[in-house]
C-alpha cells in the first residue's frame, strides 16, 4: 500500500514539473494558438492544481494518518518492539512499582519482599543497560471487594506496609460496585472507557476511581518528578566533570575510538561474568550504565522527555562524536535522529537545513548498524528459500522505519 502511495506522490510530483511532462490525472493542457485565450489558460492551470492537490491529500490520508486502523496497530507493534534497543535509553524509568494484592497465597509483605529482589526487574537492569542502584521503590496492595478476603484486618496491613516499605505503600479497594449493578450500567453506557467490551472497569465505583485518581496524582507529585529531578541532578554533574570545559574539550580531540580486538575482549568478558549480557533487542550491551557514554545519552534523553529541547540538542553533541569514533552505527543514528528532533520542536523552518542532515545520516547509519546486524547474526536475518523477505528484521531496520513513519506523519 504503501509503494502505491508513493509511486502516486511521484507521478504527482513529476507532473508538476512543467506542462509538457505526460499527465496522469486526466484531462489535456490546452493547445497554443490564436483560438486558445489567457483565461482558458489560467483555468487549465487552476483545475490542473486542484487535481495535484487532491492526489497529494489521498496518498497522504493513505500512508500517513495513525486514524487507520492497521497503520496504528502496526506503529504501536513497531515502537514495542523498538522501545528497549541498546541504543535508545529514553524508555528507562525513574521508579519501580511493586504492586500485590490481598488474594496472593502468601502474605502480602512477604510477596513484596519478594519483588524487591532484582531477578523480578525488567532485563535492562540484569544486563547492564540500566542502572538498578538509582531506582525509587514504590508498593501498592490492591484489595479486590469482589473476589478478595472477606475476613482482613485492613489497619494492621496499612501499619505494617508504613514500618516495612515507608510512606509510600499504599492500600486501595477496588471494584466496590457488585458485579449485577456494573452490568447493568454497563448497558446504558454509549462508549466503552477502558476498551474491555464491558467487562473491565465496570466494578469500579466512584469513590474507587477517586482513590485511584488521588494515587496516582500523589505518585506523581511525590515519586516520578523527584526521582526526575534527582537523576537530572546527579547525570548533569557527571558529564559537566567529564565532558563539558575546555580541558574535557581538548582531551577529546585525542580520543580515539575502540578497537575491533577491544570490542571482541569486552564481548568475551562480558560472556564469561553473564552469560545474558545482552539487551532486550538481543544485541551486545557495548555502553554500560556506569560509562559515560551510557550517562550522557541518559541526561539527554531524559532532558527530551521533560521538553527541555535546547539542553538535550547540546548534551546529544557531546555524545555524538564519541559514537561515531566507536563507529557505534546505532547508537550514532539514534543520536542524530534526536538531534534532528530537538531541532524541529526549537526551530523547524531555521534549522531546516541541519535537521535534513541529520536525518539523511541517521538513516545512512541505521543501513550500517543493519548489516553489521545482518552479518554478525546470518542465521537469524537470512533470506528464504528463492528469494523471499528473511523471518526477522534487525532491529536498526526497524528503528529506520520509525523514523520513515515520523517523517511521513509531519506535514
Known amino acids: 500500500t504503501m509503494d502505491i502511495a508513493s509511486s502516486v506522490q511521484s507521478n504527482s510530483t513529476d507532473d508538476a514539473g512543467g506542462l509538457g511532462a505526460s499527465s496522469t490525472l486526466g484531462g489535456s493542457s490546452p493547445k497554443g494558438g490564436s483560438g486558445t485565450s489567457l483565461s482558458n489558460i489560467t483555468n487549465w492551470h487552476e483545475q490542473r492544481q486542484r487535481q495535484l492537490d487532491q492526489v497529494t491529500q489521498d496518498a497522504y490520508s493513505l500512508t500517513s494518518p495513525i486514524t487507520i486502523p492497521w497503520l496504528r496497530r502496526y506503529r504501536y507493534a513497531l515502537d514495542h518492539v523498538t522501545s528497549h534497543a541498546a541504543h535508545d535509553l529514553t524508555a528507562c524509568p525513574t521508579i519501580v512499582l511493586l504492586v500485590c494484592t490481598t488474594q496472593e497465597v502468601t502474605n502480602p509483605l512477604e510477596t513484596l519482599r519478594a519483588l524487591e529482589v532484582p531477578h523480578y526487574l525488567p532485563a535492562q537492569f540484569q544486563n547492564g543497560l540500566w542502572n538498578p542502584a538509582n531506582l525509587s521503590r514504590h508498593v501498592l496492595v490492591l484489595h479486590d471487594q469482589v473476589e478478595g478476603p472477606r475476613e482482613w484486618d485492613e489497619t494492621a496491613l496499612r501499619q505494617s506496609l508504613t514500618l516495612t516499605f515507608g510512606?509510600?505503600?499504599?492500600?486501595?479497594?477496588?471494584?466496590?460496585?457488585?458485579?449485577?449493578t456494573a452490568a447493568l450500567l454497563a448497558a446504558e453506557e454509549d462508549h466503552d472507557l477502558?476498551?474491555?467490551?464491558?467487562?473491565?472497569?465496570?466494578?469500579?465505583?466512584?469513590?474507587?476511581?477517586a482513590n485511584l485518581r488521588k494515587y496516582l496524582a500523589n505518585l506523581v507529585t511525590s515519586g516520578i518528578l523527584p526521582a526526575l529531578e534527582k537523576r537530572l541532578a546527579n547525570l548533569n554533574a557527571i558529564v559537566s566533570e567529564r565532558k563539558k570545559g575546555v580541558r574535557n574539550v581538548l582531551k577529546s580531540f585525542w580520543r580515539t575510538g575502540k578497537t575491533k580486538e577491544e570490542l571482541e575482549q569486552e564481548q568475551q568478558q562480558a560472556a564469561i561474568t553473564k552469560g545474558n549480557k545482552t539487551s532486550a533487542d538481543g544485541a551486545f550491551v557495548r555502553y554500560r550504565y556506569d560509562t559515560i557514554e551510557s550517562q550522557t545519552r541518559l541526561l539527554a534523553d531524559t532532558l527530551f522527555l521533560v521538553k527541555d529541547f535546547d539542553n538535550a540538542l547540546s548534551t546529544y553533541r557531546l555524545i555524538r562524536d564519541d559514537y561515531k569514533q566507536?563507529?557505534?552505527?546505532?547508537?550514532?543514528?539514534?543520536?542524530?535522529?534526536?538531534?534532528?528532533?530537538?531541532?524541529?520542536?526549537?526551530?523547524?523552518?531555521?534549522?531546516?537545513?541541519?535537521?535534513?542532515?541529520?536525518?539523511?545520516?541517521?538513516?545512512?547509519?541505521?543501513?550500517?548498524?543493519?548489516?553489521?546486524?545482518?552479518?554478525?547474526?546470518?542465521?537469524?536475518?537470512a533470506q528464504r528459500s528463492g528469494g523471499g523477505r528473511a523471518p526477522a528484521a534487525p532491529v536498526s531496520t526497524r528503528a529506520a522505519t520509525r523514523l520513515c513513519l515520523v517523517l511521513t506523519t509531519s506535514q
Request: net charge negative.
Open 167 to 180: 510512606s509510600t505503600a499504599a492500600l486501595l479497594r477496588i471494584n466496590s460496585t457488585a458485579p449485577e
Open 194 to 209: 477502558w476498551n474491555g467490551g464491558g467487562k473491565c472497569g465496570n466494578c469500579l465505583s466512584v469513590t474507587d476511581r
Open 326 to 381: 566507536d563507529k557505534a552505527h546505532g547508537h550514532y543514528a539514534s543520536c542524530q535522529e534526536m538531534m534532528a528532533l530537538c531541532m524541529h520542536h526549537t526551530d523547524p523552518y531555521g534549522r531546516a537545513r541541519d535537521i535534513v542532515s541529520c536525518l539523511e545520516n541517521a538513516l545512512l547509519s541505521y543501513k550500517k548498524a543493519a548489516e553489521e546486524e545482518r552479518a554478525a547474526n546470518p542465521d537469524v536475518y
